[in-house]
Every structure is written in C-alpha cells, then in structure tokens.
C-alpha cells in the first residue's frame, strides 16, 4: 500500500498533469526518464526491506561474532537452515536487488497504467491478495499443482529470495512450492512485459521541443 501511494505521486501524476512530455522535451531519453522513477521507488523498496535486513543482519552478529564468520552458524547451532556470515550478507542484497527491480518495474508500469491512487491500490490489492487467495484455495484447499502457486507474486518473490539466501524452494512456506526455475521464468516474464509496456506507453507520448 505504501508503494502505490509512491507509485500514484511519482509516475501517476506526470501522465495525469501531462508532466511527461515536459521532461522528454529536455535532453533526456525515456529510459532515462524510466530509470529515474525505477531508482526513486526503489529507494522505497529498500527502506521497507533491504535496509531493516541490513540492520538485523549487524544486529544478531554482534551478539555472537560467530554469526559473521562461520558460514554453517544455523547448521552448527541447528537453529535454521542456508548460510550465515558473508554468504548471508550477499543473499541480503541479492534478495533486496531482486525485490526492487521487480516492484520497481511494477510499480512503474501500473502506475502509468492507472494513473490515479484508487484504481491502483485496488489492481495492487486484486494481485497480491486475491491472487495469493486463490492461489492458497487452489494448491492448499483442491490440491492442485503446485505450479498455481506461480499466480501470487509475493510467493513468487519468496521463492526466488529464498534461493538468494540459500534456502530451497522445499523450505519455504506453505509447502509445497514451485520449482525455483519456474519462479525464476515468472518473474522474468513480468519484468519483460512492464518494460515492453512502459517502452510502448513512453512512445506515444507527443514531445514537443
């Protein structure tokens, strides 16, 4: 819900107020453009993921030193399962990079779509919680495939994050899950389809210089 309020300000309003055919009169290209408004929602992403990661991360290391050095820390104190210490660190990141150029690519993509805050936050609602919903009846309720669960994004990003960290899609939860290189297609697939979108969306804008 944050980001949507974000996405409405920063990308909803120059299609609204016709904002953008002043920017794409300026020495700038769209990917530019595009690139500026993915790093701004991504510094959101981040704030609300990556960084309070970050900060646990440091946290739980200072309590134990061991937890910054030894890469089997969890398997050692069998208190978890994926590495610690520096490949965890790195997992962090992975995980925070694959979060943000997805919901970025998103975000920025609906936002231009559906201009105004209403119908974004519903769309956003309709695709992280009715397809979750219906995912769940789906896999957990009817016992389909597993694969169903590849409708509901935020699992899809779980599952994805989750290799990051070193945890196979086995761990994750509600079992079962996908296979990591199904979620990996799905999310690849969104990213190419709001790029495609956006590319088209910037092109008919009219640039007057």
């Not at 993915?38 to 946290?59: F, K, M």
Request: hydrophobic letters at 55%; glycine letters at 8%; one cysteine or more.
């Amino acid at each position: 819900m944050v980001l949507t309020l974000a996405g409405a300000f920063l990308v909803g309003n120059d299609f609204t107020h016709n904002s953008l055919p002043f920017y794409l009169a300026k020495p700038l290209s769209r990917w530019h453009y595009l690139l500026g408004k993915g790093l701004a929602v991504g510094v959101v992403v981040n704030l609300l993921t990556t960084v309070p990661a970050l900060v646990l991360y440091l946290q739980h290391g200072l309590d134990d030193l061991d937890y910054f050095t030894d890469p089997d820390y969890f398997t050692a104190n069998d208190t978890g399962v994926g590495p610690a210490g520096l490949p965890l660190l790195l997992g962090i990141l992975g995980y925070g990079l694959v979060t943000t150029v997805c919901l970025s690519l998103l975000l920025v993509a609906t936002a231009s779509w559906l201009r105004r805050t209403v119908p974004l936050v519903m769309a956003w609602a309709a695709l992280f919680l009715f397809l979750r919903l219906l995912a769940t009846v789906l896999v957990d309720g009817l016992q389909y495939d597993p694969r169903w669960r590849l409708l509901d994004l935020w699992n899809v990003l779980r599952v994805v994050g989750a290799a990051c960290l070193g945890v196979p899609p086995k761990f994750v939860t509600p079992a079962p899950q996908p296979a990591l290189w199904e979620a990996s297609l799905v999310l690849g697939a969104v990213c190419l389809l709001c790029l495609t979108y956006l590319n088209l969306r910037t092109r008919a804008v009219e640039v007057v210089r």
